[in-house]
C-alpha cells in the first residue's frame, strides 16, 4: 500500500493567516492527488483533485501544488469557515489510502 | 444535483454482518466512467477506504478487509450495498459512500455504526 504522511497533523493560526499543509507519499503517486475538507459532524467535501485542479464551488484562496511524492495545500488567507481538518488521498492505485489529517484551529 | 444517501442498521453484533445501502439520486449509476464507494472513519479518527463497485459490477476491495467484504450493486433500484461480515468492536465507525473520479465526490452523510452486543 502507499502510505500517504501528512504535516503538521494539527496547527494554530489566526483569521487572515497564510497556511500551508504538507502531505507526502511513500512512491511517485504522478499528480493522483485529492484533498478534503471536514469539519466536526460533516462529510469530506473535495476540494483539489488532480494535485492542483480546484473543485467547482471552492475558493480560490485554496491551491494544491506539486507531483510525484510531495504534494501541498495552501489557504492564502485563512477564514472562520477554514477551520476543519483537511485530508489528502492518493488515487494513483487501489487500494486508495489517505493521510492522517491535519486538523486546523483557530489561534 | 447528484446526492449519495446511506441507509442500515446503526448497531450490530459482533460475529454478526454489517449492511448498509447507498441509494443514489440525481444520475444514474450505470453511467459509465464512475465507481462507487465505501469508506468508514471511526470515532475521532482518520479514513479508509473500504472499496468500491464499477457500473459494470467489477469490486475492488482493500485487502486489509477483502475477505470479510462485499459490495454489490441494484440498477433497478439505483443503488449500492456494502455487507461486512464477522464484525467487531473495530468496525465501529460512521460509514460513507461516495462516486469516485479523481476523488470522491460527492459523500453521503454517513451513518453510524455501533458494534457492541
Known amino acids: 500500500d502507499i502510505q500517504m504522511t501528512q504535516f503538521p497533523s494539527s496547527l494554530s493560526a489566526s483569521v487572515g493567516d497564510r497556511v500551508t499543509i504538507t502531505c507526502r507519499a511513500s512512491?511517485?503517486?504522478?499528480?493522483?492527488l485529492i484533498w478534503y475538507q471536514q469539519k466536526p459532524g460533516k462529510a469530506p467535501e473535495r476540494l483539489i483533485y488532480t494535485a492542483s485542479s480546484l473543485q467547482s464551488g471552492v475558493s480560490s484562496r485554496f491551491s494544491g501544488s506539486g507531483s510525484g511524492t510531495d504534494f501541498t495545500l495552501t489557504i492564502s488567507s485563512l477564514q472562520p469557515e477554514d477551520f476543519a481538518t483537511y485530508y489528502c488521498q492518493q488515487s494513483y492505485t487501489t487500494p486508495f489510502t489517505f493521510g492522517g489529517g491535519t486538523k486546523v484551529q483557530i489561534k | 444535483q447528484l446526492q449519495l444517501q446511506e441507509s442500515g442498521s446503526g448497531l450490530v453484533k459482533p460475529s454478526q454482518t454489517l449492511s448498509l445501502t447507498c441509494a443514489v439520486s440525481g444520475a444514474s449509476i450505470s453511467n459509465g466512467g464512475y465507481s462507487w464507494s465505501w469508506i468508514r472513519q471511526p470515532p475521532g479518527k482518520g479514513l479508509e477506504w473500504i472499496g468500491y463497485i464499477y457500473h459494470s459490477g467489477s469490486t475492488y476491495y482493500n485487502p486489509s478487509l477483502k475477505s470479510r467484504v462485499t459490495i454489490s450493486v441494484d440498477r433497478s433500484k439505483n443503488q449500492f450495498s456494502l455487507k461486512l461480515s464477522s464484525v467487531t468492536a473495530a468496525d465501529t465507525a460512521v460509514y460513507y459512500c461516495a462516486r469516485e473520479r479523481a476523488g470522491l465526490d460527492p459523500w453521503g452523510q454517513g451513518t453510524l455504526v455501533t458494534v457492541s452486543s
Open positions: 512512491q511517485s503517486i504522478n499528480r493522483n
